[in-house]
């Protein structure tokens, strides 16, 4: 009898447990074919020139560093991780923040190191640059670096550790107390220029590609709370202007500022500004587009985004649409379409995408296609010129089969970063390269170009048809004067051809033909 029941017993466990092994092995395969099917539903050709942008936030230990206090060697690391990853998924652009706080990432005489890196001694010397040497590894990997600041962010809350240098204590005059937080007042000349000051000083000492500014610029409304410049508006407005004018004026004031100040400095250093996804709606302003939005840029943050688009203050500018396709209140199939009409020749528009709320729970995010046909979407409308991802963290956790889809499918092609400024055309240029030579599995030559930023290696076989706008032959892109050769086991005869990218983001003619069996 106890036998029997033992070997009921131990049968029910074992059917239970192949059922288990069953509905596992269903649902993975279902799953599988979702990420198949939609990989070979984005598998078109890509354009030669896409932004491909990912956001690296320092706020918060949100990306990097991953907490206060690491060593010089994790730092390091961390960077280099993350790096390796955005080159590997296929995007070509890290927008790093930079001046989280009214702090810094960086060397500065200006601002104290942000306690983001130090931790709970913000006053404490560290003898290591990390803006410098994410700048050095990006450009080394083929990749745009593009430092993110936070303009008016003085404290992000009530118990903000900070050194006793910091400009909560340096300049108390010149902040907004408002729900806890501190703001540097814009209405103030002093701080707009202060500001204007931080942006000349990095642009002046580091090799960026671009100066970005987020969407902060009045603070989202608290409720019960008021942002006090009463008295600022009466001494400053001049122009008799409204409140709400004169707090957009002030922000058309330090966006005209920063990009006349970038320029005056580095010509080639890119302006641009990710704002909220809504500029106005359509039933405030017939300009506007047909969203419910119950924050907008123009009306609640002061930010006149059409108006700097319009008077070319900005180099590019990538609204935050965060919404999925068929939401009541922002529709991102409206929004996307409405800022792909106001993309022009002095402002190019990309799009920010939400991929944190990608499987956050909800019916539209939990769809594996969504984001990808986000970036479709985005892809198919001829005025606009790539995507933005918040951000860098969300790879770190199931995404429902997106990075594969990326970097399989929609990425799969490399792409040069869009021209997002006009610049000297130099397609006829000759690339000057010499002494271009294969040892063992690498690739190199010397470069007698200025004013060189990164190098695109074209690679073809001998009966493909190339003319040297096909984007499927744009094999990598570097920032060295090498590359390293991919070996297979039958050794195939490639041509390899060489053009030099300036820092206009310009493409140089091709080298000739460089003959390579590996």
């Known amino acids: ?45 890509s354009p030669k020139r896409e932004m491909r942008g990912i956001w690296v936030a320092t706020v918060n230990n ?17 960077t280099l991780k993350i790096l390796s990853r955005v080159k590997t998924v296929g995007l070509n652009t890290v927008f790093l923040q930079v001046r989280p706080s009214s702090d810094a990432i960086y060397k500065s005489e200006i601002e104290p190191l942000t306690s983001y890196m130090v931790g709970e001694t913000p006053y404490k010397y560290v003898d290591f640059d990390a803006l410098q040497f994410w700048i050095e590894q990006a450009h080394a990997m083929g990749l745009e670096l593009h430092a993110w600041i936070n303009p008016f962010r003085v404290t992000p809350k009530p118990d903000f550790i900070r050194s006793s240098n910091h400009l909560s204590y340096k300049q108390p005059d010149w902040i907004v107390n408002y729900a806890g937080k501190q703001y540097l007042n814009p209405g103030l000349p002093e701080s707009r220029a202060y500001v204007a000051n931080i942006v000349a000083d990095i642009t002046s000492r580091y090799d960026i590609d671009g100066i970005h500014f987020d969407d902060y610029f009045y603070p989202y409304p608290v409720k019960n709370e008021t942002f006090d410049d009463k008295e600022t508006y009466l001494r400053h407005n001049t122009s008799n202007l409204s409140l709400d004018d004169w707090r957009r004026d002030n922000v058309n ?120 046909s986000q970036i479709d979407k985005v892809r198919a409308n001829e005025r606009l010129g790539g995507s933005v991802f918040f951000s860098y963290r969300q790879f770190n956790r199931d995404l429902l089969g997106l990075e594969s889809v990326m970097q399989e499918a ?43 930023r990164f190098f695109a290696i074209y690679r073809y076989e001998s009966d493909d048809d190339f003319e040297g706008n096909e984007n499927q032959y744009l094999y990598d892109i570097v920032g060295e ?23 206009y983001r310009s493409e140089y003619a091709l080298s000739k033909k460089i003959v390579i069996k590996h």
């Open 253 to 372: 004031k330090v966006i005209k500022q920063i990009n006349d100040t970038i320029k005056t400095i580095k010509p080639w250093v890119a302006f641009g500004v990710s704002p909220f996804g809504v500029w106005r709606n359509k039933s405030d302003d017939e300009r506007g587009s047909n969203t419910r939005a119950g924050i907008t840029n123009y009306d609640i943050l002061y930010a006149d985004v059409a108006k700097w688009i319009d008077s070319g203050w900005i180099d590019y500018v990538v609204p935050q649409i965060y919404w999925a396709s068929g939401n009541k209140a922002a529709d991102f199939d409206e929004l996307y379409k409405w800022w792909a009409n106001y993309s022009n020749a002095k402002s190019q528009v990309f799009v920010g995408h939400a991929i944190f709320k990608v499987n956050s729970g909800s019916k539209e995010w939990n769809n594996p296609e969504e984001m990808p």
């Open 1 to 45: 009898m106890w036998d029997f029941i033992v070997s009921k017993v131990f049968t029910s466990v074992v059917m239970s447990r192949i059922k288990l092994f069953v509905t596992v092995m269903f649902y993975v395969l279902s799953i599988t074919q979702i990420y198949t099917q939609t990989k070979e539903q984005f598998m078109s050709i």
């Open 410 to 452: 929609l990425y799969r092609n490399k792409a040069l970063s869009p021209l997002v400024m006009s610049g000297v055309n130099r397609s006829n240029e000759k690339t000057r390269l010499k002494h271009i030579k294969q040892k063992g599995n690498k690739l190199s030559w010397k470069c007698l170009n200025e004013d060189v």
């Open 481 to 503: 004067n090498e590359l390293l050769l991919a070996q297979s086991e039958k050794k195939k005869k490639y041509i390899y051809r060489i053009a030099v990218i300036d820092k």
């Open 62 to 78: 949100i990306d990097w560093p991953s907490q206060p206090g690491l060593s010089v060697k994790r730092l390091k690391e961390e």
